[in-house]
């Protein structure tokens, strides 16, 4: 909440506070029926309390439903038109839980990961993890807007396994200096490097660290289950072991990937400068 409400009044955006209540599946027995009401008032009473408690909030709008259904929480996000989902991170080391995923994977607009403890900050340095992926120049456009908004320095790191060949290396270089001219159009102080290793999320995560980045900026593809089975998701690496929060931005039109943009760094910006905390 901390989090949510401090980039709330950073980007001037109203923030939905949104809570889902798990009720009993017949609401027409009168017993159940008059159990699932009491639950509904006291998760709104509760939501009012938390959204009164907010002093540094541009505005605030609540949304509560029954039913705790991720799905739910998406499609309100789209309704919404939600340029930001802030959401926790599972503690240092353990397995990404189930919902977490479920958000990384299938959110339709950028998400703010941050672990408990990690106190509220203004990113100085953003990391941009670089490598061979079709689209990833997508999430510049976010990376501009939060480097603007916070005055943060970008850098981007470039990574070549170690058994990469000169031709794999080559095109990594080309992607590397297209995107940071890109940045550096945008006005952006960015500064470029190459990391090495065996595994993108581990030389990143060490990167974060050598660089004194407090922000690390991911790229992820929608996927579904039968993909994420056969697939070695590298998303949930970070999740699990990053010092710093995480900003994950789907790879999909540049009109849902952007974080209230401004007008001169993304052609198609999102309709509504809306930040989302899901309390669920």
Not at 12 to 37: C, F, H, I, R, S
Not at 93 to 118: D, I, Q, W
Not at 203 to 213: D, E, H, I, L
Request: hydrophobic share 45%; net charge positive.
């Amino acid at each position: 909440m901390a989090w949510s409400e401090q980039f709330s009044g950073i980007f001037k955006a109203q923030l939905v506070l949104y809570g889902a209540v798990g009720t009993d599946p017949n609401p027409y027995m009168a017993l159940y029926g008059k159990e699932n009401n009491n639950l509904l008032k006291a998760a709104m009473s509760e939501l009012l309390n938390l959204g009164n408690s907010l002093q540094q909030a541009h505005s605030i709008k609540y949304l509560l439903e029954s039913g705790t259904n991720w799905r739910n929480l998406v499609k309100q996000m789209s309704d919404e038109h939600t340029d930001l989902l802030v959401a926790g991170m599972p503690p240092a080391g353990k397995a990404t839980p189930g919902k977490h995923y479920v958000l990384l994977y299938n959110s339709p607009c950028p998400v703010l990961f941050v672990r408990e403890g990690m106190p509220p900050a203004v990113f100085k340095k953003i990391l941009v993890p670089v490598r061979l992926k079709d689209g990833l120049e997508q999430k510049l456009p976010v990376v501009i807007t939060w480097a603007k908004t916070c005055g943060a320095q970008v850098c981007l790191s470039a990574f070549a396994s170690n058994d990469a060949g000169s031709g794999e290396k080559t095109r990594l270089f080309h992607l590397l200096e297209k995107m940071a001219t890109t940045l550096s159009a945008a006005g952006i102080d960015v500064e470029t490097e190459t990391a090495h290793g065996f595994h993108f999320g581990t030389s990143m995560v060490q990167r974060a660290k050598q660089t004194g980045s407090d922000l690390i900026a991911i790229a992820v593809e929608p996927a579904n289950f039968v993909s994420r089975l056969f697939n070695k998701m590298v998303g949930p690496y970070f999740l699990e072991n990053s010092p710093v929060p995480v900003l994950a931005v789907p790879l999909m039109k540049s009109s849902v990937a952007a974080v209230n943009a401004p007008s001169n760094t993304v052609s198609t910006p999102t309709a509504a400068a809306g930040l989302v905390a899901a309390a669920v």
